[in-house]
């Protein structure tokens, strides 16, 4: 077994997995018994000891479930190119996006594993998009990362039943099913394009590389999630679907009168979601909260509750209701 640990830099040569160990709950606060990476990985190569998470690389499958598990992003992705990805598909009637670990998939745009599609991803292929897209999993099944099509599924089946306009948006193309496909016929223009984007994204790729050092330690700091960024531009993009999106996507944060005001909680939340109001008042903002309730968990009076579902605009500050008026000092 060869471990690699979230507190290292994770495979600076040869994986796809990028760390901040200052992201990961569990080393946020110790009590946190956070396993979402661990119940993920169907090839067994997560174990927790204490508020280290160490990855088995050997066991490794590459299979990038564990990004879309870990609700803070302490593991991610080492390169996101999800953006590239919505601009090379939006011109197309008819997009399909395939795997590019494999030979001869059709596909307009290729993805390193489709285990790496969250809720947020198909959401954004299915409102941001101007036409339907398919999803060539045609050489999944057979594929040692295989093991992520059960939760892609999953997490297809939950778009569509909770966001109606997510419906027929998006199409999973699995083994022995029809697709229908059109290749992309580049001319001069867009050849050149492309070769100068694909060299600024190698650049781009070669010094992050250099930079890498498994990330910060600064336990103090407040990261938003690129899932959380990538729902706050759909959210603003699609206002027509507001409701549907902040029904099942956004979060409220209610309290109680066990609370004394000392808002210990707005250090322990790790994106800025909490702030420090007027008056020992404690401030709110949706957009900037992704449920991982640190807070609820860390609060001794257990004074928080946490709600799915937000009426108001996630953008802004709200005092959190329910606290008492005057708090003891």
């Known amino acids: 077994m060869i471990p690699l640990r979230i507190t290292e830099t994770l495979g600076r040569?040869?994986?796809p997995l990028r760390c901040q160990p200052s992201r990961c709950?569990?080393?946020?606060f110790k009590q946190n018994r956070c396993s979402e990476c661990l119940d993920s990985c169907s090839s067994q190569a997560i174990t927790l000891e204490g508020a280290e998470v160490i990855i088995d690389q050997r066991r490794c499958t590459e299979c990038l479930r564990c990004t879309v598990a870990c609700p803070s992003e302490a593991i991610a992705p080492k390169h996101n190119d999800f953006f590239r990805l919505l601009e090379e598909?939006?011109?197309?009637?008819?997009?399909?996006?395939?795997?590019?670990?494999?030979?001869?998939?059709?596909?307009n745009a290729f993805v390193g594993c489709f285990g790496s599609f969250s809720h947020e991803h198909l959401l954004a292929l299915a409102l941001l998009l101007p036409h339907p897209v398919q999803l060539n999993l045609r050489a999944c099944a057979d594929c040692p990362s295989?093991?992520?099509?059960?939760?892609?599924?999953?997490?297809h089946h939950d778009l569509e039943r909770?966001?109606?306009?997510?419906?027929?948006?998006?199409?999973?193309?699995?083994?022995?099913m029809d697709m229908s496909f059109k290749s992309r016929t580049l001319g001069r223009r867009d050849l050149f394009a492309f070769w100068g984007r694909s060299a600024r994204e190698e650049t781009v790729r070669f010094l992050h590389h250099l930079d890498s050092d498994g990330g910060s330690n600064d336990l103090g700091g407040k990261n938003l999630?690129?899932?959380?960024?990538?729902?706050?531009?759909?959210?603003?993009?699609?206002?027509?679907?507001?409701?549907?999106?902040k029904s099942s996507f956004y979060f409220d944060l209610h309290g109680n009168d066990s609370c004394k005001g000392c808002r210990a909680c707005v250090s322990m939340c790790p994106t800025g979601a909490l702030k420090r109001g007027q008056e020992?008042?404690?401030?709110?903002?949706?957009?900037?909260?992704?449920?991982?309730?640190?807070?609820?968990?860390?609060?001794?009076r257990e004074a928080l509750r946490l709600r799915t579902g937000y009426a108001g605009d996630?953008?802004?500050?709200?005092?959190?209701?329910?606290?008492p008026k005057n708090h003891d000092r």
């Open 13 to 15: 040569i040869g994986t």
């Open 25 to 28: 709950l569990r080393r946020r």
């Open 89 to 107: 598909l939006a011109p197309l009637p008819q997009p399909t996006v395939a795997c590019r670990r494999k030979e001869n998939l059709q596909g």
């Open 146 to 155: 295989g093991g992520m099509l059960p939760a892609l599924r999953t997490i």
């Open 162 to 176: 909770l966001i109606p306009s997510c419906r027929g948006r998006v199409r999973l193309v699995e083994q022995g």
């Open 225 to 245: 999630p690129f899932k959380r960024r990538l729902l706050n531009r759909i959210l603003r993009s699609r206002p027509d679907v507001a409701g549907e999106l």
């Open 280 to 300: 020992r008042s404690l401030l709110f903002q949706s957009e900037l909260c992704h449920a991982c309730g640190l807070c609820v968990e860390f609060c001794p």
């Open 314 to 323: 996630p953008s802004s500050e709200n005092v959190v209701q329910g606290f």
